[in-house]
């Protein structure tokens, strides 16, 4: 398999400020020790509750963040600590496509100043060849040559996700995050911009991140899927593994409350208690024990490391060593 982006011990910890001389109090874990591999042409799901990191680490990936610890290989190449000016070729090929087409489309801009930004800050193209670019992609993402003139708010959530879409492509990137692309939208819509992504994906040889707190959409674009709690990788594989035969507790407490089509395996849902920890302050040991219903004594005092289970399977918990 071919490595498009590789990231190796990630971290990402926010100061907590306190007291009247906003000194560091404390740390927020968003992004603890991940390490992952995405393959050129697929999409990975990244899976998990707010709160897990998810967001923050495709910041960090895109270098939109700086990693507080950690590396981070784009094409075999480490951005970790290159400068902005340094990035700035690579940039163009990293794009990221934001949840909420509402807060991301400057609303004073009209639809074709919106798409010939990207082109303006990282190109050399002249006006004429701008032009170009942005009639292809218009039609590429569903959209009339006549709509360049009009404003976002002109436009239905569904479509004003085509225009940053439209936004996030036209400089023909190689790798897109989506940070929950269809999660703002109504359900009826989805599907279709979910379609058309995959569409694109195929026509445009992209490679997704695709991050989202809903299984039934992350399973319906993914190849593989990584579940994150607490700023950690819990579980990754392809996708008919982890739907079919998921290893890791919350994992399988997350997929016990999607509905199944199969009447025949029909799961028995699986209730967790208590909610979420603080990234700040995270259980000793598996992060998960808090709410697992598996746990055992080894689950407070050591932490699992992902183990590969065969089949690009790889789950971090006791239960597996
Ligand atoms: Fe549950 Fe222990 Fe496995 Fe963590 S390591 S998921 S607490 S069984
Ligand atoms: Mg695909």
Known sequence: NDTILEVNNLKKYFPIKGGVL????????????????????????????????????????????SPTDGQILFENEDITSKSNRQLRPIRKDMQIVFQDPYASLNPSMSVQELIEEPLIVQTNLDKNERKKKVNEILDKVGL????????????????????????????????????????????????????????????????YLFISHDLSVVKHISDRVAVMYLGRIAEVAPK??????????????????????????????????????????????????????????????????????????YVACHLYE
């Open 144 to 207: 009339r040559t006549s709509d360049q003139l009009k404003y976002p708010h002109e436009f239905s959530g569904g479509q004003r996700q085509r225009i940053s879409i439209a936004r996030a492509l036209v400089l023909n990137p190689k790798f897109v995050v989506c940070d929950e692309p269809v999660s703002a939208l109504d359900v009826s819509i989805q599907a279709q911009v979910l379609n058309l992504m995959a569409d694109l994906q195929d026509e445009l040889n992209l490679t």
């Open 22 to 65: 906003r000194r560091t109090v404390g740390h927020v874990k968003a992004v603890d020790d991940v390490s992952l591999k995405v393959f050129r042409g697929e999409t990975l799901g990244i899976v998990g509750e707010s709160g897990s990191g998810k967001s923050t680490l495709g910041r960090v990936i895109l270098r939109l963040l």
């Open 240 to 313: 008919r593994e982890i739907y079919e035969k998921p290893l890791h507790p919350y994992t399988q407490a997350l997929l016990s409350s999607i509905p199944t089509v199969d009447k025949n395996s029909r799961r028995e849902k699986i209730i967790l208690q208590g909610d979420l920890p603080s990234p700040s302050n995270p259980p000793s040991g598996c992060p998960f024990r808090t709410r697992c219903p598996k746990a055992f004594d080894l689950c407070s005092e050591v932490r699992p490391e992902l183990k590969d289970m065969g089949n690009n399977h």
